[in-house]
């Protein structure tokens, strides 16, 4: 049996801004911006990875729930409480430097991890932390 990745999801509140950052910012294609019901399906992924997508898609897209829980997700997703993804690059410092002089919000610059891995993290426009992680060289 084979199993792998296919999509993964992140909250954003505003589809536009979301996609100015994971496009212009760390270089993402849109691989899907579909209109439908009122609702937006857009996907983005790395070019290096194209069975791999990111649906970006409000933080309760569920047309069934109600008005207090779609506040309450809303109200996590601006405190930064939804979890996040991590990203694989070759060269942490770099990354770093490239999304912060695009302006990105920075939560953590690059450092070394006991469990490996140099990693920075920053915010996305929405308040999703994404952490960008680089394997220790030996």
């Known amino acids: 049996m084979d199993i792998k990745l296919s999509q993964c999801f992140i909250a954003v509140d505003d589809h536009d801004?979301?996609?100015?950052?994971?496009?212009?910012?760390?270089g993402l294609e849109v691989r899907n911006d579909v209109r439908f019901d009122g609702m937006r399906w857009v996907t983005v992924g790395a070019p290096s990875?194209?069975?791999?997508?990111?649906?970006?898609?409000p933080p309760l897209a569920d047309p069934n729930?109600?008005?207090?829980?779609?506040?309450?997700?809303?109200?996590?997703?601006a405190k930064g409480l939804l979890r996040g993804v991590i990203f694989r690059t070759d060269d942490c410092d770099a990354t770093f430097e490239r999304i912060r002089a695009a302006g990105?919000?920075?939560l953590q610059e690059?450092?070394?991890?006991p469990y490996g891995v140099r990693d920075c993290a920053f915010r996305d426009p929405a308040g999703t932390m994404l952490?960008?992680?680089q394997p220790r060289r030996q």
């Open 49 to 57: 990875q194209p069975d791999v997508e990111i649906v970006l898609e």
């Open 110 to 113: 690059p450092i070394d991890q």
């Open 131 to 133: 952490r960008f992680s």
């Open 17 to 26: 801004k979301a996609l100015a950052f994971y496009q212009d910012v760390l």
């Open 65 to 77: 729930a109600s008005p207090a829980d779609k506040k309450a997700m809303a109200e996590l997703l």
């Open 104 to 106: 990105g919000e920075v």
